[in-house]
């Protein structure tokens, strides 16, 4: 059931926002020359995929977490989608792809030993990583590897529609401040 919502949610919201990720990706232009950010994260059972994001950080910004990134890397746009979390719009493509979920756990990278390890011991590889979910409502981020995994942990055993609904709809409002950068 979860599935069938995130296909059509996605789909929904791809088709809706069209116009305004036009308005978004143009004004990247400006910003970095390049809105467009992929990265290849770890998805369900660790197979890769690539995450595409509006670009927020400078184009030389190395490939780490964000939580290692410097906040001096954020441009003055990328500020802006970060707060309001419209950088990750283009996320409903891997949703729509099957590569993600609209809730589920943050994919990290593979370069990030110590949070795959944690994530290997609770078996959140076992299911599609989210846009959002209980960690990202609550603040918890990648750089509290054995938290952020208990967390993705409770959030998988107990998710229903209810939580699901709960958890975007907590999202679109605002709660949680998403990657945080140091």
Do not use: C
Not at 144 to 155: C, G
Request: charged content about 20%; proline content about 5%; cysteine-free.
């Amino acid at each position: 059931m979860i599935r069938i919502l995130d296909i059509l949610f996605s789909l929904a919201g791809l088709v809706f926002a069209l116009p305004f990720l036009i308005i978004l990706y143009i004004i990247g232009l400006f910003d970095t020359g390049s809105p467009i950010f992929k990265q290849e994260r770890v998805g369900r059972n660790k197979k890769p995929f690539t995450l595409v994001k509006f670009r927020t950080m400078s184009i030389d910004t190395a490939s780490v977490a964000s939580h290692l990134a410097s906040t001096s890397s954020i441009t003055p746009f990328g500020g802006f989608l970060r707060k309001t979390k419209l950088d990750e719009l283009p996320q409903l493509w891997n949703v729509l792809k099957g590569e993600m979920s609209l809730v589920g756990p943050r994919p990290g990278l593979f370069n990030q030993g110590e949070l795959t390890k944690a994530r290997d011991a609770k078996n959140i590889y076992d299911v599609r990583p989210g846009i959002t979910g209980l960690a990202q409502v609550n603040e918890i981020d990648m750089s509290t590897p054995e938290l952020l995994a208990e967390t993705d942990s409770k959030m998988i055993n107990t998710l229903n529609l209810k939580l699901y609904f709960a958890y975007i709809l907590q999202t679109v409002t605002g709660k949680g401040s998403g990657d945080r950068v140091k």
